[in-house]
Nanobody
Framework: VQLVESGGGLVQAGGSRRLSCVAS????????MGWYRQAPGKQRELVAW???????TYADSVKGRFTISRDNAKNTVGLQMNSLKPEDTAVYYC????????????????WGPGTQVTVSS
């Protein structure tokens, strides 16, 4: 399974950016998907998560500013980021919990390579 993020870049504080991630490869079913981020010198942290039924979870630091969405037919997950702050600067990683085949009940978390988001003040 491969995950590829897009949409990163440089944005001014107060601006918006939309990240997208598409999953491809051996996919029978995707359960949960979401976004993590890692700033320099810090641990990777959960930003937003969306389960197969549509329920969402957000880090307190992004609630009300970020919105996660998914398209199950296209195996994609998006992250709309508004009112961006310099502290949102990080590498953003897409993750997905994937079942690879009908005969394999294992659910494996796959990760994308990450996309850099830099918010200038």
């Amino acid at each position: 399974v491969q995950l590829v993020e897009s949409g990163g870049g440089l944005v001014q504080a107060g601006g918006s950016r939309r990240l997208s991630c598409v999953a491809s490869g051996s996919i029978f079913s995707i359960y949960d998907m979401g976004w993590y981020r890692q700033a320099p010198g810090k641990q990777r942290e959960l930003v937003a998560w969306i389960v197969s039924g549509g329920g969402t979870t957000y880090a307190d630091s992004v609630k009300g500013r970020f919105t996660i969405s998914r398209d199950n037919a296209k195996n994609t997950v998006g992250l709309q980021m508004n009112s961006l702050k310099p502290e949102d600067t990080a590498v953003y990683y897409c993750a997905a919990d994937v079942r690879r085949s009908s005969s394999d009940y294992a659910v494996i978390r796959s990760w994308g390579p990450g996309t850099q988001v830099t918010v200038s003040s």
